[in-house]
């Protein structure tokens, strides 16, 4: 383990429980000493592994086409891989491929249309808190609005949204790292229903002489029938979009709530200008908050030299948008939420090939969640202390529970 003279710092490492109770102040003190570091490597696969704690290393690294995505070809033999295949695993000529495929469905004219939508949704569930004493922000409705959202666009009835929600969420816990075994026993549980489901509904449509031109899965299956796509990729591609816009979303829409609400001033500010700052706003809550809080490792064939810091090839770098975004140097301070800052060039959606297809789904579900909540605001309050709990996951980062009670019952 490297340390560092002069400080109790050993190398960073991102599971350890301090890092992911709170980790600013840690970013804050790695990023001091150097932007790239060597440390602790979450995957065990790896003996040691680069982090990137600085917002220019970072972008620079993320617009080097070299890098790599599939850790596969860098494994040390007879070091097995069971990860599930998916996009931000996959490089080119099959991510291209692939992503063309997405980058269709997700096209801007497609997904602003769905805004109408998820503002109706965000409204419907709103009213359904009214019905509950003492509700939970996060289980009630920032949870909610991701998983209908793209269990709609996918053509999901809504009677199987709640199985959905249930599955994603044990399968999102194995993405991450420290699971026990029962979670992990969970995750593979989760996954095997998730595929069986997802089996029965693309061979039901890709028998169906109708397919609908606004389902996501039916617009899947066409692009699979005309060779764009084979059958499993069809299949990994609808679990792969329910898992990476749930629980990213819902950090989103919950914890950007709650770190608006602390602010008063800044909440006042778009309760005032709804329709001229929320779309600001959510980028500036996006760069705060950073719902994914480091991106897949990316490998090099060759050394590569960033920020005078040599990372040998074939070492997995790590690119820490959570603290990449709240770099000094690139923000001025940058702990604070400004609603009318431009923060549109953060990485908390990554940057380069692999940027986040659902950018802009994600960001108007979280406009239109917010919208109805500011406007409601004066109905409730959160509730102080320790009903707020952060959950502990190491990849994303976001509130678990954000209870509330309405003021009118009091
Ligand atoms: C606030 C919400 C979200 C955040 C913060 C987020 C974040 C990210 C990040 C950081 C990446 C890049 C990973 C990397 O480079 O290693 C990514 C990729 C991806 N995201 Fe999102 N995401 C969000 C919502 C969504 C939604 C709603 C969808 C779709 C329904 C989605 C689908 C994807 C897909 C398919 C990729 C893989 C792209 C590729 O590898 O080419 N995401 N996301």
Redesign the pocket.
Same mark, same amino acid.
């Given at each position: 383990m490297q340390t560092h003279e002069g400080t109790n710092l050993g190398g960073f490492d991102p599971t350890d429980p301090a890092v992911i109770e709170d980790p600013y102040p840690f970013y804050a003190r790695y990023r001091a000493i150097a932007p790239v570091q060597e440390g602790v490597s979450p995957d065990p696969r790896f003996d040691r592994a680069w982090f990137v704690f600085g917002f220019a290393a970072a972008n620079e690294l993320?617009r080097d086409r070299t890098l790599k995505?599939d850790p596969r070809p860098f494994l040390a033999d007879g070091v097995e891989d069971n990860d599930p295949p998916?996009?931000?695993?996959?490089d080119p000529p099959d991510?291209t491929r692939?992503?063309q495929v997405?980058t269709d469905l997700?096209r801007k004219s497609a997904v602003q249309g769905y805004r109408a939508q998820i503002r109706q949704m965000a409204e419907r569930l709103f009213g359904e808190l009214r019905e509950v004493e003492r509700p939970d922000l996060v289980r009630g409705y920032a949870f909610k609005i991701?998983i209908g959202?793209?269990a709609a666009?996918l053509g999901l009835p809504d009677s199987d949204h709640a199985s959905m929600r249930d599955w994603s969420e044990d399968m999102m816990k194995a993405f991450d790292l420290g699971g026990d075994l029962e979670t992990f026993q969970a995750s593979e549980r989760a996954i095997e229903k998730f595929n069986e489901y997802f089996r029965l509904r693309v061979a039901e449509r890709l028998r169906a002489t109708d397919l609908v031109e606004h389902s996501l899965l039916d617009r899947l299956v066409a692009a699979s029938r005309s060779g764009q796509i084979s059958g499993d990729e069809v299949l990994a591609?609808a679990r792969?979009?329910?898992i990476?816009?749930?629980e990213?979303?819902?950090?989103?829409?919950g914890t950007g709530y709650y770190e608006l609400a602390r602010r008063p001033d800044q909440l006042a500010v778009v309760a005032e200008d709804p329709d001229g700052t929320l779309a600001g706003t959510v980028q500036e809550l996006?760069r705060h908050i950073?719902? /994914?809080q480091?991106?897949? %490792? &990316?490998f090099s064939d060759r050394d590569v030299t960033i920020s005078d810091v040599t990372i040998p090839a074939g070492d997995p770098i790590y690119?820490m948008?959570g603290a990449a975004n709240r770099d000094p140097a690139e923000y001025q301070n940058p702990d604070e939420i400004h609603v009318r800052r431009d923060a549109s060039r953060h990485?908390?959606?990554?940057?380069?090939?692999?940027?986040? /297809?659902?950018?802009l789904? %994600? &960001?108007i579900?979280?406009e239109e969640a917010l919208r109805v909540l500011i406007r409601c605001r004066d109905l409730f309050e959160l509730d102080d202390g320790e009903g707020v709990l952060w959950r502990r996951m190491a990849l994303?980062r976001g509130l678990e529970t954000l209870p509330i009670h309405w003021k009118d019952a009091l």
């Open positions: 993320l995505s998916r996009l931000s695993i996959t991510h692939q992503r997405l997700f991701p959202t793209i666009l591609m792969f979009l329910v990476a816009g749930f990213t979303t819902m950090n989103l829409i996006l950073s719902p /994914v480091r991106l897949m %490792a &990316r690119i948008v990485l908390a959606f990554g940057f380069g090939r692999h940027i986040c /297809v659902g950018a789904l %994600a &960001r579900e979280a994303t």
